[in-house]
């Protein structure tokens, strides 16, 4: 079960935003990463930021870049999952190989306002808000092998070893 | 029910008779691309706990996007890059070939019917040749050095009919950016974009690499023009490798098909900070600006070269005004150096730069300050992307970049002549 706080965006939050070109290339960690995140969107977000805390956001979060370390850099912050009304393609499969919930529950996001608490149990497919629940479709098997590996590499080198 | 041309890859590269819109497949590209991240992408690699690339003669290497190297951490990873292409035999582009996208396509890498996977958004410019080619990120290329083989979504499908002649000094670029307007930056989510009509058919490789290009900008997964001629007669010269075109069944099943004229339209501008934000020129026309950028992957041909040439007629740049210049590839600098472009555009006051990114992903070479504003040929103009988050970005054509730099403000360059 994840739980924290809700951090609400609106459309479009590129990842230029989510984590700025002027790093892309820099070698860091993703505990460094993580200072980063959103810097140029909201600067209160990297030092606030809680474990378990969800990102709501609009249509089309992640587009632009298909730098990862947009997702690495939410994952390492601790977020729980970002929620939104939909997902840049690529910044979705990103996600999932960073280990990233990502989940696209449009009707929570038009009800979530920033600070809300919010909980959301995968196993069950449901987020909690406000006393109500919203239902999402249970992720693809691939998907979840994934995310429960921790991401693509964990889960890449888990089946390599199984082969060999 | 036919099916569309994303449908007849996928199914061919995944090995199955057909495939559906929404279903899950295993694919195996053809050709694997990375850059300067590919440093990154070695680390990643190396987790996975393997010493070989499994067939490492899918993958190109081409460093591009902080080149030459602007700091020691950079210049680390360009060596590490260099010594990992060496050990594994993968083909390689080092520092000053040319932006990724521009130098896969003038090498005759991407082939009509391939299946291309970058990392890099901007992938989808190899449609433009019709190969079918999509962005990845980092850990997914380690995978496909790792297994040679990747999941990819069978995408649904827009069809885009474009037709009218365009005016004098309209481009493909002024096409693609009002497109992007009218359907928004997550228009084409996800789908399969193939462009075609009468107007798509009558442009050249260079014009056909801008739609696909900026097809990302609308969400594309990736874009698609049916080879034709025009296509084939650019590959005579770059590739003497056999190809098979794949081409969309005629009853296709589209989730939608849109047509435009584009017989009237206006120069159009991207305004901040976003690339759907689109107006025709006359609506932000005066706007001063601080500098200009012409070049990238989008906008860095000769063809581009050459209309900005045309259009700037031997004036000056305007005073206060950096005009920034960067061809995108070797062979596009020698060509316009060869037609004496390149001296023209110094003697007016700008400045060029080798072949290479530059200032459009905000690393170097042309970073923005606060309250600064810049036109730029490039694909991207959201907050932060050219420096900084206070620096102001919008996106226009070649002709419009040099009607901005010789006047100092936003300026329609048919009012130029």
């Known amino acids: 079960m994840i739980q924290g706080r809700a951090w609400k965006y609106g459309d479009n939050v590129n990842t230029d935003v989510i984590f700025p070109g002027r790093y892309t290339y820099a070698r860091m960690e993703p505990g460094e990463m993580a200072k980063h995140a959103l810097e140029d969107l909201d600067p209160r977000f990297a030092r606030e930021v809680k474990p378990g805390d969800v990102i709501v956001a609009g249509r089309n979060f992640g587009c632009g870049s298909s730098r990862e370390q947009a997702a690495t850099c939410l994952a390492a912050a601790g977020v729980g999952a970002v929620v939104a009304k939909s997902f840049a393609r690529i910044f979705f499969r990103n996600a999932i190989n960073s280990g990233l919930l990502a989940l696209e529950i449009p009707e929570a996001v038009d009800v979530i306002q920033s600070g809300d608490k919010v909980g959301i149990d995968v196993e069950r497919g449901v987020l909690v808000h406000g006393g109500k629940e919203y239902r999402f479709p249970p992720l693809p098997a691939a998907v979840q092998e994934i995310l429960a590996a921790g991401g693509l590499i964990p889960y890449l080198k888990a089946k390599l070893v199984k082969e060999a | 029910m036919g099916k569309t041309f994303a449908e007849k890859v996928l199914a061919k590269k995944a090995g199955l008779a057909e495939v559906e819109p929404g279903q899950i497949v295993t694919a195996r590209p053809d050709l694997g691309m990375s850059h300067d991240n ?316 080798n072949p290479g990114c530059g200032p459009c992903l905000g690393a170097h070479q042309g970073i923005l300050a606060p309250g600064e504003v810049c036109l730029a040929t490039s694909n991207r103009n959201f907050k932060g992307r050219m420096g900084s988050p206070e620096a102001e970005l919008y996106l226009g054509s070649p002709a419009v970049a040099a009607a901005v730099a010789v006047t100092g403000k936003i300026t329609d360059p048919r009012s130029l002549q």
């Open chain 2, 38 to 353: 590919t440093a990154a992408i070695v680390q990643l690699f190396r987790k996975v706990g393997l010493k070989r690339v499994k067939e490492p003669g899918k993958f190109v290497v081409i460093l591009d996007h902080v080149v030459p190297a602007a700091s020691v951490e950079y210049a680390q990873n360009h060596k590490d890059i260099r010594e990992f292409v060496r050990e594994q035999g993968i083909r390689f582009y080092d520092v000053g070939r040319g932006v990724c996208h521009q130098v896969v396509v003038e090498e005759g890498l991407a082939r009509p019917g391939d299946l291309i996977l970058g990392a890099d958004s901007h992938t989808p410019t190899y449609g433009a040749l019709g190969a079918f080619s999509a962005g990845i990120g980092r850990s997914e290329m380690a995978a496909l050095w790792a297994t040679g083989e990747l999941w990819l979504k069978v995408p649904t499908s827009f069809r885009i009919e474009l037709e009218g002649e365009l005016p004098e000094l309209v481009t493909a670029k002024d096409v693609i950016l009002y497109l992007i307007g009218k359907l928004g930056a997550d228009g084409a989510l996800y789908r399969s974009v193939e462009f075609a009509g009468p107007t798509v058919e009558g442009m050249g490789i260079p014009d056909r690499m801008v739609m696909a290009n900026m097809a990302a900008e609308m969400g594309a997964k990736n874009a698609f023009v049916a080879p034709d001629e025009t296509t084939f007669a650019y590959l005579a010269d770059r590739t003497k490798d056999a190809f098979t075109p794949i081409y969309p069944d005629p009853d296709a099943a589209y989730e939608e098909v849109m047509r435009f004229d584009v017989g009237d339209l206006e120069p159009q501008v991207a305004c901040p900070p976003d690339v759907d934000h689109v107006v025709p020129i006359s609506q932000v026309a005066g706007k001063k600006v601080d500098q200009v950028v012409l070049g990238t992957c989008t906008n860095g041909r000769i063809e581009d070269l050459r209309l900005a040439a045309e259009v700037m007629a031997g004036r000056p740049v305007a005073d206060g005004v950096r005009m920034i210049v960067l061809p995108a590839s070797q062979e596009v600098w020698l060509q316009a150096a060869e037609e004496g472009l390149l001296a023209e555009f110094v003697a007016a006051g700008a400045l060029v730069l």
